[in-house]
């Protein structure tokens, strides 16, 4: 049961445009939500998180959009740089419950984006 | 500041044999989860270890069990090896408050690449 779904395997974007990168979930329990970059041979590295409180969360080039009734949310990139080239997994938690589903975080299959110089 | 560190960065094992992966959490966190992440896959939970006991487990057998340490520094261990245990193997730190307060945002270390031959 695949309930963080990332439905696009990769994403091709060209220098200064923007990268949007898509999350789909069905677990209506979860809220809090959290997007990672992981580089080849490196661990995942934290980009930006959202609380179901919100709809929106920016962190400078980074934003983050939740739509909880549609139960998706996505990562917008802009510009995107040709550093940006990376595996991006979105995940997302219950923080709210105490019991063992406490602090899990679960993952989607991740996208690889590509930024053209 | 310290961040996640993980030995050994890669491991070669046969089939039955055991392993013992370790991790250091980032300092200021004391909560240690691990993730085991397949070859074009995203992370999966295996648990969660806060004040030296586990505290959620996802869907992985017994053999795979961990300890936390009073200075919050955790071990992974994986007995009777099988060839789909190969994998990355990430830990990740966080904060999480006294009673049922909310589990901070995971930072990952860089890995360990176990090979079951």
């Known amino acids: 049961d695949q309930q963080v779904k990332q439905n696009s395997p990769s994403l091709s974007v060209q220098e200064g445009r923007i990268s949007i990168l898509n999350c789909d979930y069905t677990?209506?329990?979860?809220?809090?939500f959290l997007w990672y970059k992981k580089y080849p041979a490196e661990g995942p590295t934290f980009l930006i998180s959202?609380?179901?409180?919100?709809d929106k969360n920016e962190d400078g080039r980074f934003t983050v959009f939740l739509n909880k009734s549609a139960k998706h949310l996505s990562l917008h990139i802009v510009p995107s740089q040709p550093g940006d080239s990376a595996v991006y997994f979105c995940?997302?938690?219950?923080?709210?419950?105490?019991?063992?589903?406490?602090?899990?975080?679960?993952f989607g299959q991740g996208t690889i984006l590509t930024v053209h110089p | 500041e310290t961040g996640v560190t993980q030995s050994p960065t890669h491991l070669i094992k046969t089939r039955g044999q055991q392993v013992t992966l370790r991790c250091s959490s980032q300092?200021?966190?004391?909560?240690v989860s691990w993730y085991q992440q397949a070859l074009g896959q995203g992370p999966q939970f295996i648990f969660q270890?806060?004040?030296?006991?586990?505290?959620g487990r996802g869907n992985f057998p017994p053999r795979f069990s961990g300890l936390q340490f009073p200075n919050y520094s955790s071990e992974l261990n994986v007995n009777a090896l099988e060839l789909d245990d190969s994998a990355l193997y990430l830990c990740?730190?966080?904060?999480?408050?006294?009673?049922?307060?909310?589990?901070?945002?995971?930072?990952f270390g860089p890995g360990t690449r176990l090979t079951v031959l």
């Open positions: 990740a730190s966080s904060w999480r408050g006294g009673g049922r307060g909310r589990t901070d945002t995971q930072y």
């Open positions: 677990n209506s329990m979860f809220d809090y």
């Open positions: 959202i609380s179901s409180i919100k």
């Open positions: 995940a997302a938690s219950v923080r709210g419950a105490g019991g063992t589903s406490y602090g899990k975080l679960t």
């Open positions: 300092s200021g966190h004391n909560t």
């Open positions: 270890y806060y004040r030296e006991e586990e505290n």
